[in-house]
């Protein structure tokens, strides 16, 4: 605020200024510890440390002194954590039960080449695979059963499915009324236009996606005559409900934001209302509508409530009228029933992980973006 | 901007009259589209709105009763006459309170840091606020995941293991978890609209208290803050109705499907207004003998966001008041 202390500084003042000044560090903290947890979890996927082969080379209690504690937490499915609390007794008796179903497994079972696979690889997580049984190599995730199958393929396509239908839906509509509100609305309309818009954001995405399953399903089912009710494209829709105001907001500040000396030379000059809005006062403002459209993009991505209400089956399909989930579902239907420390639990932790990561790049590159938009505007004024 | 408009220096007798030219501008149909399109664009949001919240009220005011929101319902809730919402209005009330009393210290100082102490320029400040704006960008099911991962499995578990607790009593979903994960969801929100409140205090008023010789700390604690109350019980209003309805957040860190009582300790896990909406539209055996509980329980939701927003509007315009007549 360029005032300084103009006297010597007390013990007391001192002690508060650096307790403000450790306070003021726990948002960065809050969001390493978020990076920290969510991916520890993780790691040992990243680390090739979990096994989900339901046949493997079996590890007898005799010989434990001979293997790594990294081996055996793999091999047991149980964390660093709570290997530590073991003694080796536990340890014996834990090999042996495992000895023991290993030993249960039925011959087909055993015959069978995909239960020899430790199904948590990056090239079953990554790359189709042709399962026994299956025709063709195919993107698979099937959490549950004997051999669980965690390609998150038709995850990755679920969501940018449910996105971009959600983007496509709301972009024009949010840019239009940000666009009418800011450029062509009297005044006094405006002061009614835009909290009416903004009082959208204030549902909650539980309801959104309430009214999504009970109305809007069967409305647009009748309106467009396609089989399945539930589908990627009503998801999509109520999805675009959500960001509309969040897009809506941040492009309106950025159209009105545009120096009003645009706007006089323009109408000064002949210009229409309209001919001023679109080709002086949009262009000017295109990089902020853009940031507004990536931080819409970031927040249609990380959406839960309305994809889990509305469509739940992993179909690895790009047609809009199947169903399709997304990573958000995912983790928010899978994780109650997952083991905690599994590989299952894992993989759902390294989903939330990479949706971490994704936003944080869109919400980067959207920031980015109107702080430069914004310097460009006040240098030129 | 200055005031000064161009009519200013026109000459007084300029032929023709200008606003008679401006009137009469000829039908331009692309005039026409433009505004007819972007008027749509607007007056579609607006209608979505209204539809949304119609629907739910018609449809769910037959179902309000006294003892619909008064009642701690058996364990089947799915029936119509005998379930009621009153554990689930209490658990959301209780965690977004608790969530309050975390994330306004919290949000209030960094601010007071931002805008009071750091330089602009330094890197530190930066980076505060780039960590700031990315926290309001992470995804709420992230969060969960979060709260899970440390506030459970971490924090909570070695709560129980230093107090060598035989059960868990810490290391499960609780009450006190959620309202922790929603806190570190909500900063921003506290910090950022705190910051445009202090930022809009005139900076001669700290200046002339520290003319007089009151300290920084005596300046910020006793001017600048009483001023900038308005804003921060502003920063409170959008933290708790964007927390109130959050459920991805709580899903794996207190949420309960049911609970025969309610929560007593903040180490209970609670029933939610809106993980019961989910739990209703997607559980239920039969939707359409549901749908009444479900439309009343969604009102009960949104008047609950709704209510509580106005308990804190009421309080800001009394503060207001309270300041005009300091000043």
């Not at chain 1, 239960?115 to 997580?125: D, G, S």
């Not at chain 2, 499960?172 to 909500?186: E, H, K």
């Not at chain 2, 949420?255 to 025969?260: E, G």
Request: with cysteine.
């Amino acid at each position: 605020m360029g005032i300084h202390r103009g006297h010597q500084a007390r013990t007391g003042e001192w002690l508060a200024e650096k307790f403000i000044f450790l306070v003021s560090l726990s948002a960065i903290l809050m969001v390493l510890l978020i990076f920290l947890f969510v991916a520890r979890e993780a790691l040992p996927i990243f680390f090739g440390q979990a096994n989900t082969a339901l046949v493997q080379k079996p590890i007898l209690p005799e010989t434990l002194d001979q293997h790594s504690p990294a081996e055996l937490q793999a091999y047991l499915e149980i964390t660093p954590d709570e290997y530590a609390k073991m003694t080796p007794a536990m340890l014996r008796d834990l090999l042996s039960v495992k000895v023991d179903a290993q030993n249960d497994i039925p011959e087909d079972f055993r015959n069978d080449p995909d239960a020899h696979i430790n199904t948590t690889e990056w090239q079953y997580l990554l790359q189709p695979h042709r399962w026994n049984d299956y025709a063709k190599p195919e993107y698979i995730w099937q959490p549950v059963g004997q051999i669980k199958k965690f390609n998150i393929i038709p995850l990755i396509v679920g969501t940018l499915k449910v996105t971009l239908i959600g983007l496509l839906f709301a972009v024009p509509l949010a840019v239009g009324a940000a666009i009418y509100v800011s450029q062509l609305a009297r005044p006094r309309f405006r002061e009614i236009l835009k909290p009416a818009i903004e009082l959208l954001s204030g549902i909650p995405s539980v309801v959104v996606g309430f009214f999504a399953l009970l109305v809007m399903a069967t409305v647009l089912q009748s309106l467009f005559h396609y089989q399945v009710r539930l589908n990627a494209f009503v998801a999509g829709i109520a999805l675009g409900f959500a960001v509309i105001p969040v897009i809506f907001s941040i492009a309106e500040d950025a159209l009105t934001s545009v120096p009003r000396n645009y706007t006089q030379a323009a109408l000064a000059l002949g210009a229409s209302r309209w001919q001023t809005a679109w080709q002086i006062v949009l262009p000017a403002a295109l990089p902020g509508v853009f940031a507004a459209a990536v931080l819409g993009f970031g927040r249609a991505i990380g959406e839960t409530m309305i994809v889990l209400m509305v469509c739940s089956a992993s179909v690895m399909s790009w047609s809009i009228f199947d169903s399709a989930r997304s990573i958000t579902t995912t983790i928010a239907a899978e994780m109650a029933e997952a083991v905690s420390g599994g590989a299952h639990y894992r993989i759902l932790f390294m989903l939330g992980a990479l949706l971490f990561a994704a936003t944080f790049v869109s919400n980067m590159i959207g920031d980015f973006v109107i702080h430069r938009f914004k310097q460009k505007l006040e240098g030129k004024r | 901007m200055n005031s000064v408009t161009s009519s200013q220096y026109l000459p007084e007798s300029t032929e023709p009259p200008l606003t008679r030219h401006f009137r009469a501008e000829k039908f331009d149909f692309w005039s026409f589209f433009f505004f007819g399109l972007t008027g749509l664009a607007t007056l579609f949001i607006l209608g979505i709105l209204a539809t949304i919240l119609l629907n739910i009220i018609i449809n769910g005011w037959g179902g309000l009763s006294w003892h619909f929101v008064s009642t701690i319902p058996k364990k089947d809730f799915f029936d119509v006459h005998t379930t009621g919402v009153l554990p689930m209005i209490v658990g959301t009330t209780i965690r977004v309170i608790v969530m309050t009393l975390f994330v306004i210290p919290v949000g209030v100082i960094t601010a007071i840091y931002l805008t009071e102490y750091a330089a602009n320029t330094s890197l530190v400040t930066r980076i505060i606020r780039a960590a700031v704006n990315n926290l309001a960008g992470v995804p709420s099911i992230v969060f969960g995941l979060f709260g899970l991962g440390f506030f459970i499995n971490f924090v909570g578990k070695n709560m129980d293991a230093l107090f060598h607790n035989p059960t868990a009593v810490w290391g499960q979903p609780a009450l006190i978890w959620a309202s922790l994960t929603l806190a570190v969801m909500t900063m921003p929100v506290v910090i950022v609209a705190t910051e445009e409140s202090l930022k809009a205090i005139p900076p001669g008023l700290r200046e002339a208290s520290l003319a007089l010789g009151a300290t920084k700390l005596e300046t910020i604690l006793k001017i600048v803050l009483p001023q900038a109350l308005p804003g921060i019980m502003t920063g409170g209003i959008l933290a708790v109705s964007r927390a109130a309805g959050e459920v991805a957040p709580i899903l794996f860190t207190g949420a309960a499907y049911y609970m025969a009582s309610l929560p007593a300790h903040l180490t209970d896990p609670f029933m939610d207004l809106g993980y019961h909406v989910f739990v209703l539209s997607t559980q239920s055996p039969n939707i359409e003998q549901t749908r009444p509980i479900l439309y009343a329980t969604v009102l009960v939701l949104l008047m609950l966001t709704f209510a509580l927003n106005l308990v804190a509007i009421i309080i800001r315009a009394r503060v207001r008041k309270k300041l005009r007549a300091l000043g």
